[in-house]
């Protein structure tokens, strides 16, 4: 069945980086899109960012260019969210999906889910 694995998250300070994984398995990577979405406590589930089966076309929340990068390795079955200069209000779980179709910035329209990664940011 298809795998999604989170991982990379933490506990840092404001101002530093983290780049977050995301391994698939049961799947044929390259022709799925994949997104990044974030869930703080109380919120509903947000768009982070969004990248194409081959990796040409990315889209970000606005809340998060220019300090956050998409990326993937379709040889490694692998998407990246590197994400720097962070903020205490990217402070969430972070997770992966993915769809079967041209990237999406809507939860639902996503086919399957990793199992989140946490990420906190103290001030």
């Known amino acids: 069945q298809v795998q999604l694995v989170e991982s990379g998250g933490g506990l840092v300070q404001a101002g530093a980086s983290l780049r977050l994984s995301c391994a698939a398995s049961?799947?044929?990577?390259?022709?799925?899109?994949m997104g990044w979405f974030r869930q703080a406590p109380g919120n509903e589930r947000e768009f982070v960012a969004s990248?194409?089966?081959?990796?040409?076309?990315?889209r970000y929340a606005d809340s998060v260019k220019g300090r956050f990068t998409i990326s993937r390795d379709n040889a490694k079955n692998t998407v990246y969210l590197q994400m720097n200069s962070l903020k205490p209000e990217d402070t969430a779980v972070y997770y992966c999906?993915?769809?079967?179709?041209?990237?999406?910035?809507?939860?639902?329209?996503?086919?399957?889910w990793g199992q989140g990664t946490q990420v906190t940011v103290s001030s």
């Open positions: 999906a993915s769809r079967r179709a041209p990237p999406a910035i809507i939860p639902i329209d996503y086919n399957y």
């Open positions: 049961g799947l044929t990577f390259g022709s799925y899109a």
């Open positions: 990248i194409s089966r081959d990796g040409i076309s990315t």
